[in-house]
């Protein structure tokens, strides 16, 4: 700004005009969640899940009862899971369990957790991964998981998925959103929806940070041949004709301005933007993930067509969705009611290329998958711990240590600087 201050720009707050309120607030305790929880956690298959145990799973007890209501049902079937992912879902099935444990778990460059809100720990080495991978486990050996996917493709597991084939995974919303899209697409009636499951004695989960920055740094360097286009393209993108041309596409083709004056979209063209290659082609949100944008437009209206009034229509309302939330055992949109928290001190954090702090997170990254995976696999309780130590034997003689100080330090330093 004309201060010199460097601002982030954020689609929480910063970006309000005075009287606005984003339409997804995550600091706001009261409000119910529309989205997939942005931490990964257990999904199971509605309305089998009620079919089949006719309650919300809340524990690791009540999951493997769960499990066991499944395989009564369909355990002859052996095209049906009761559980299954994908070799790359590790980190994510790790990241799930701890928040399951209370933990409060962010990534840059590694999974770091935190239960004191002090100290900070790499995800594989925390005080209760063990308890949660030896969960996992006794899963595995029991029969529970099905026993390729510790190995299997992502294709492979999203075939599963969009087949309605899988009774329950643990991992991140990805799969989940492309599965229950391509379910919608084929008028299945089945979805994957989030549960808040919790260890023992744990009374809060911890969904994410509310102060995130964003996905997504834009970097200009001086060098650039292109800066001044660059900054025009930036002027414009933040412009109430950019955003619109980028959120919302052409007037009269992509959306349409109601007798309100409203934008909004008609049936059929959200039929047309169901097809996943309809925005890419149109090139509308092309951008979306490569720099912060703003939420509204100056005139106070959505910069981006998924909040249309049409989405909130009896028309245009996901109808497995809407049913979801007359079950008052499976709306899990109160569930993660207050469960976003905010600290700015644990985000961007930046560690220096070449740095042992940067070697130790590149090594670990390319290992700490098929590390977990192998814990899960092991044919025995005993191997289980075993494999453990040898896995946090490795991260540390991988040097993650450098890591997981250069993390705490960086932290401790910029609450001293916010006074917090």
């Known amino acids: ?154 294709d492979q597991f999203i075939r599963q998925m969009n087949k309605a084939k899988v009774f329950s995974f643990i991992g991140s919303f990805y799969p989940a959103y492309e599965a229950n899209k391509n379910l919608a697409g084929n008028d299945m009636p089945q979805s994957y929806i989030p549960q808040k499951m919790m260890a023992d004695g744990v009374e809060q989960v911890y969904q994410y940070n509310a102060a995130y920055t964003g996905a997504g740094a834009f970097v200009m360097l001086n060098s650039s041949p292109y800066k001044a286009r660059i900054c025009r393209l930036l002027e414009y993108l933040y412009s109430d004709e950019g955003s619109i041309l980028h959120g919302w596409g052409i007037e009269g083709e992509d959306y349409y301005v109601n007798e309100d004056g409203i934008r909004d979209i008609t049936p059929e063209i959200a039929e047309k933007k169901s097809n996943e290659e309809y925005d890419l082609k149109r090139g509308i949100r092309a951008l979306y993930s490569v720099i912060n944008l703003p939420t509204f437009t100056t005139d106070g209206q959505p910069a981006f067509a998924r909040f249309a009034p049409y989405f909130s229509s009896e028309g245009g309302t996901d109808e497995r969705d809407a049913i979801i939330r007359q079950d008052p055992e499976f709306n899990w949109h109160e569930d993660w009611k207050g469960t976003f928290y905010s600290d700015l001190s644990e985000l961007d954090l930046v560690m220096q290329s070449e740095t042992p702090e940067a070697i130790a997170s590149a090594r670990c990254a390319a290992v700490v998958k098929d590390l977990i995976n192998n814990i899960i696999m092991a044919p025995t309780e005993e191997e289980c711990r075993a494999r453990y130590a040898e896995a946090v034997d490795k991260v540390n003689a991988y040097g993650i240590e450098a890591w997981e100080e250069a993390v705490n330090k960086q932290i401790h330093e910029k609450r001293e600087k916010l006074g917090m």
């Open 1 to 154: 700004n004309e201060e010199g201050q460097l601002l982030y720009l954020t689609e929480n707050n910063d970006l309000l005009r005075p009287g606005e309120k984003h339409p997804e607030d995550a600091t706001d305790p009261n409000r119910a969640q529309d989205e997939l929880p942005w931490h990964s956690t257990l999904y199971v298959q509605y309305p089998m899940v009620n079919e089949v145990y006719g309650k919300r799973i809340t524990s690791f007890d009540e999951y493997k009862a769960a499990l066991d209501a499944f395989l009564a049902e369909y355990g002859d079937d052996e095209n049906m899971y009761a559980m299954s992912y994908d070799k790359d879902s590790a980190g994510d099935i790790l990241w799930a369990g701890l928040s399951m444990y209370g933990y409060k778990c962010t990534y840059k460059g590694g999974l770091y957790v935190t239960d004191d809100g002090e100290n900070y720990t790499y995800g594989l080495k925390a005080e209760k991964a063990l308890d949660w991978l030896l969960f996992l486990n006794e899963l595995y050996r029991e029969g529970y998981i099905y026993e390729e996917a510790p190995v299997q493709s992502y």
